[in-house]
């Protein structure tokens, strides 16, 4: 079993910066992949970023030169940070980890984007 808990969202302008954390703990050894969705109201839930243990990215277009994903093996733990917001990127996002062949999912951290 594997636990995510995301924290570091929050209300935030057009044009300013998150970074959201997410740690994850249980019995494990070594995560894959471990990586950011979001889902807005409405919407169907999306990939933003995810990234291999072995420090291979994918991003969405979307979000490309925009936000960076990042990782710390040794703590299990992957980070986003979310420059130049848009109030399209207003969202719950969900950390993801790809573990033993099955998909890990936390409960979510809310991302608002508004003047």
């Known amino acids: 079993q594997v636990q995510l808990v995301e924290s570091g969202g929050g209300l935030v302008q057009p044009g300013g910066s998150l970074r959201l954390s997410c740690v994850a703990s249980g019995n494990i050894f070594s995560i894959n992949t471990m990586g950011w969705f979001r889902q807005a109201p409405g919407s169907q839930r999306e990939l933003v970023a995810t990234?291999?243990?072995?420090?291979?990215?994918n991003y969405a277009d979307s979000v490309k030169g925009r936000f960076t994903i990042t990782r710390d093996n040794a703590k299990n733990t992957v980070y986003l940070r979310m420059n130049n917001l848009k109030p399209e990127d207003t969202a719950v996002y969900y950390c993801?980890?790809?573990?033993?062949?099955?998909?890990?999912w936390g409960k979510g951290t809310l991302v608002t984007v508004s003047s």
């Open positions: 993801h980890a790809y573990y033993h062949y099955m998909n890990y």
């Open positions: 990234l291999t243990s072995d420090g291979r990215p």
